[in-house]
């Protein structure tokens, strides 16, 4: 079985602060994709990154940085220079990629993000 | 535009009646999924389906009941017997390749149970 845990339920920043959310996984495949989703306040679920377990490459997109490491089983997520619209709640994910696993989606319970002007 | 819509978005049911949410997807992707979300809880997998007319159970199907018959539609039929539906719902697709692709979600339905 597979587990997704983020420790942090909620946090909150002052605008322009960075800020990481912590994302620890459990699974017993060799071979897994880890995904990082965000929701804002409308509900709707944004695909932000996919990581596939071979590729322990961290990634930068604008202000978003993603630092995997398979050695902790960790899937950090920063946002540098926070803004208020970066407030929502962030998610997140695996998937395994065989075995009756398949396709399911396991979900940590989220990190809710609020950014004060 | 390429997208997932559910209908509607606020959904009201009185106890004891069945009510269904629809899903529609025009990304042509193959798979679809249901997932409900609980107030500060992560998603659960309801059913998921990666081919027409064949679909299977998540880790919450109890009190809920889906078809298949089209490429874009996945509706999901929330039955008297679901003890506690009051939650978002939410759809989502992805294609189906040899490995799993990224789940791309709708805009969810709120389901409250008056």
């Known amino acids: 079985a597979q587990k997704v845990t983020q420790a942090q339920t909620e946090i909150s920043v002052v605008e322009k602060e960075d800020v990481t959310l912590d994302c620890v996984y459990e699974?017993?495949?060799?071979?897994?994709?880890l995904f990082w989703y965000k929701q804002p306040p409308s509900g709707e679920l944004v695909f932000l990154i996919r990581?596939?377990?071979?590729?322990?490459q961290n990634e930068i997109s604008g202000r978003y940085s993603w630092n995997f490491q398979k050695s902790t089983s960790s899937f950090n997520f920063t946002i540098t220079a926070s803004q208020v619209v970066d407030s929502a709640v962030y998610f997140c994910a695996l998937i395994n990629a065989g075995g009756t696993s398949y396709g399911k989606l396991t979900f940590g319970q989220g990190t809710i993000l609020t950014v004060h002007p | 535009d390429g997208g997932i819509t559910q209908s509607p978005k606020y959904l009201f049911r009185k106890e004891g009646q069945n009510v269904t949410l629809s899903c529609e997807q025009n990304l042509n992707h193959d798979a679809m999924y249901w997932y409900r979300q609980d107030p500060g809880q992560g998603l659960r997998l309801i059913y998921y389906?990666?081919?027409?007319?064949?679909?299977q159970k998540g880790d919450i199907a109890e009190g809920y009941s889906v078809s298949r018959e089209k490429k874009e539609s996945f509706p999901l039929t929330v039955t008297s017997a679901q003890k506690n539906p009051t939650a978002f719902y939410l759809c989502?697709?992805?294609?189906?390749?040899?490995?799993?692709?990224?789940?791309?979600f709708g805009p969810g339905t709120r389901l409250t149970v008056l």
């Open positions: 990581r596939n377990s071979f590729d322990e």
């Open positions: 989502a697709s992805s294609i189906v390749g040899g490995y799993p692709d990224t789940q791309y």
């Open positions: 389906s990666q081919i027409v007319n064949d679909f």
């Open positions: 699974t017993r495949d060799t071979t897994y994709y």
